[in-house]
C-alpha cells in the first residue's frame, strides 16, 4: 500500500486512535496544551481525509473536532484553534465538490462547525456554573455548620457561666454558715458528734462546689487531667466510704477531650458508689490504660465481703450511708448514655464473685 491509500489509512488511523484516546482520558485532568492535542490531529486528520477522499460525510471529523475544542478549553482558547478547522473545511468542501454547489457546500460545512461549537460552548458554561453552585452550596452548608458550632459553644458558655454563678453563690454561703455553725457548736461544746458532722457538711459542700467547677469545666471546654481527678475522686471514695481501692495507671497519658474527662470521671464514681453500696468492705480496683487506639477505664470489686453487711457493724469498719454520698447518681443508663455520647462504649457484669464495669474510649 502506498501512494494515496497509505496516507489515507494513516490518516483515518489517527482520527481512530485520537479518539479513542479522548474517550479514554475523559474526566481526566490535564494541562489546556495536552487537552487540545487530540482535537487539532482529529481536525487536520479530518481535513486531509475530505481533501483526498471526498464525501458528504468527510466534515464530521472536523466539526466533532471543533465541539471537543469548546467542550474542554476557553472559549478564546477554544475559538482561535478551531477558526483555522473550519476555515479548511470549509474551503476543502468548496474545493473538492461540484463547483456550482462551492458556495453552499462551504457554507454546510462551516455551519455544522460553528452549531457544534456553539452548543458545546453552551453546554461547557451550563455545567461550570452547575459545578460552581455545587460549591457555593457546600460553603454554605459548611457556613451553617460552623454556625451551629458557635451558637452551641455559646449556649454551653452561657449555661457553664449562669452554673457556675449559682452554685458558686450558693454553696459558698453555705459553706460559710456551716463554718459558723462549726464555730457555735465549739464554743458551746456541743456533742462531738454534732462537731464532726457539721464539719464533714462544710466539705461535703466544698467538694460539691469542686465538682460544678469541674462540669463548667467541661461545659467551657477546658482541659482538666483526667488522671488528676480520678486520685482526688479515690481519695474521697476512701475516706467517705471506707472502701479499700487501689488506682493504677499503664500507658503513657494522653489530653482527652474534657467531655471524655467528664464522662470517665462520672462513669468511675457511679461504679465505686455502687460498689460501697452492694459489697461494702470489698476491696476495689481502678486501672486507667492508655493505648494506641484507645483510653481504658476499668472499675472492679470482689463482691460482699465474708461476715460484712452495709454498715459495717462486724467488722468495725465505719461506712456512712452511701445515699447521702455526693456520687454520681446516674445508673447504668446514665453511664452508658456519657460515655456513647463521646463516642466510646461501656460493659458491665459480674466477675467472678465481684462486678467489674469498663469503659473505652478511642483514641
Keep these: 500500500m502506498t501512494g494515496e491509500r497509505l496516507i489515507i489509512s494513516l490518516t483515518l488511523a489517527g482520527c481512530l486512535l485520537s479518539l479513542a484516546v479522548a474517550a479514554l482520558a475523559r474526566g481526566t485532568r490535564k494541562s489546556e496544551a495536552a487537552t487540545a492535542v487530540t482535537p487539532l490531529i482529529l481536525g487536520a486528520g479530518g481535513n486531509v481525509l475530505a481533501f483526498l477522499q471526498p464525501a458528504s460525510l468527510m466534515m464530521v471529523p472536523v466539526a466533532t473536532a471543533v465541539a471537543m475544542l469548546f467542550a474542554r478549553l476557553r472559549p478564546r482558547l477554544a475559538a482561535l484553534l478551531a477558526a483555522p478547522l473550519t476555515v479548511a473545511i470549509a474551503v476543502i468542501s468548496a474545493y473538492v465538490g461540484p463547483s456550482r454547489n462551492a458556495v453552499q457546500n462551504a457554507g454546510a460545512s462551516a455551519l455544522l462547525c460553528v452549531v457544534l461549537g456553539v452548543a458545546y460552548l453552551f453546554a461547557r458554561q451550563a455545567r461550570l456554573r452547575h459545578d460552581h453552585a455545587e460549591l457555593l452550596l457546600a460553603e454554605l452548608e459548611d457556613s451553617r455548620e460552623a454556625q451551629s458550632r458557635a451558637a452551641a459553644v455559646a449556649e454551653r458558655t452561657r449555661i457553664a457561666r449562669e452554673l457556675h454563678d449559682i452554685l458558686a453563690q450558693s454553696l459558698s454561703a453555705l459553706s460559710v454558715q456551716l463554718e459558723g455553725a462549726r464555730k457555735l457548736a465549739e464554743r458551746d461544746t456541743s456533742d462531738s458528734a454534732l462537731r464532726q458532722l457539721i464539719v464533714r457538711s462544710g466539705e461535703l459542700t466544698r467538694e460539691g462546689l469542686a465538682d460544678a467547677r469541674r462540669a463548667v469545666a467541661a461545659l467551657r471546654g477546658d482541659d482538666v487531667p483526667i488522671v488528676d481527678q480520678l486520685t482526688t475522686l479515690v481519695d474521697r471514695c476512701r475516706r467517705d466510704l471506707a472502701l479499700s481501692i487501689t488506682l493504677s495507671v499503664a ?24 460498689a460501697a453500696r452492694h459489697a461494702a468492705g470489698s476491696p476495689a480496683t481502678v486501672v486507667l490504660r492508655f493505648t494506641s487506639q484507645a483510653t481504658t477505664l476499668t472499675v472492679s470489686d470482689q463482691g460482699r465481703a465474708g461476715g460484712a453487711d452495709h454498715n459495717g457493724a462486724e467488722t468495725g469498719v465505719p461506712v456512712p450511708p452511701v445515699e447521702a454520698w455526693t456520687g454520681g447518681g446516674n445508673g447504668l443508663r446514665g453511664m452508658c448514655e456519657r460515655i456513647e455520647r463521646v463516642g466510646g462504649r461501656i460493659g458491665a457484669g459480674p466477675a467472678g464473685q465481684g462486678w467489674t464495669v469498663e469503659m473505652e474510649i478511642p483514641a
Design 251 to 274: 500507658g503513657q497519658p494522653r489530653t482527652l477531650t474534657p467531655e471524655a474527662n467528664l464522662a470517665l470521671y462520672r462513669g468511675t464514681q457511679e461504679a465505686l458508689t455502687n
